[in-house]
């Protein structure tokens, strides 16, 4: 089975602070994502990225940034955390057969 | 506006059938599919069918794909509260760097009463 884990299930930050995101898979995905989810907005794609070192913008990459230094791991920076970045985040790797998702059990981040 | 609509949510008493709707805009998409989130948790893939088919079946799972009208639908039969959860439908979508990305629909809360 793919496993998709994710650093924190719970984060608490002060505005202003480094927040790293951390997202580890064991599949030897090429592909990764970085989401967030908002009630009554589903998913928002944040950043995404198809190999090592290589990484596109999503729909809202404002405000965030990524690292994809090894395969299995992609990593989600938020460099000046706000209020308006509390939210879940959820990470996904990519399959190969159907080029189904798996996802992370997500991290909710409360910044305060 | 969305690439993937679905209703936000829906109620249904235990032991009767759910049946979750979807429109979708891109034609070309070759797979469709239906993800499950339990309270807490991530998505899960539930189920997906491939373009070139009209109905899949597994289980109590039946999805319905009508392309003509790009539509696509969850049915869930003999409803359990156990299957209370939110429902995202999502297409294959082809992107920069030749990866694929899926559009999710908002997601519809299904509520299971007993």
């Known amino acids: 089975d793919v496993k998709v884990t994710q650093s924190s299930r719970y984060l608490v930050k002060r505005t202003g602070e480094k927040v790293f995101l951390e997202c580890v898979q064991d599949?030897?995905?090429?592909?990764m994502f970085w989401y967030r989810q908002d009630p009554g907005l589903g998913l928002r794609l944040i950043y995404f990225?198809?190999?090592?070192?290589?990484?596109e913008k999503g729909d809202i990459p404002e405000g965030y940034s990524v690292s994809r230094e090894k395969k299995e791991r992609f990593s989600l920076i938020l460099e000046s955390a706000s209020t308006n970045q509390t939210s879940m985040y959820l990470c996904?790797?990519?399959?190969?057969?159907?080029?189904?998702?798996?996802f992370g059990p997500g991290t909710r981040l409360t910044v305060t | 506006g969305e690439d993937v609509e679905q209703s936000l949510f829906l109620s249904v008493r235990e032991g009767d059938s759910s049946v979750i709707n979807c429109t979708y805009t891109?034609?070309?998409?070759?797979?469709l599919y239906w993800y499950k989130q339990e309270p807490g948790a991530g998505l899960q893939l539930l189920t997906y069918?491939?373009?070139?088919?009209d109905m899949k079946q597994d289980q109590r799972l039946t999805v319905l794909l009508n392309k003509k009208d790009k539509h696509l639908s969850l049915r869930i039969a003999d409803t359990q509260t156990g299957d209370s959860a939110i429902y995202f439908c999502?297409?294959?979508?082809?992107?920069?760097?030749?990866?694929?990305?899926?559009?999710f629909g908002r997601g519809t809360s299904l509520i299971v009463h007993p």
């Open positions: 996904a790797s990519r399959g190969t057969v159907r080029d189904e998702q798996y």
């Open positions: 599949m030897d995905h090429e592909n």
């Open positions: 990225s198809y190999d090592v070192k290589m990484k």
């Open positions: 891109d034609s070309s998409s070759t797979y």
């Open positions: 069918i491939f373009s070139n088919m």
């Open positions: 999502a297409e294959r979508l082809h992107a920069s760097g030749g990866s694929y990305i899926p559009t």
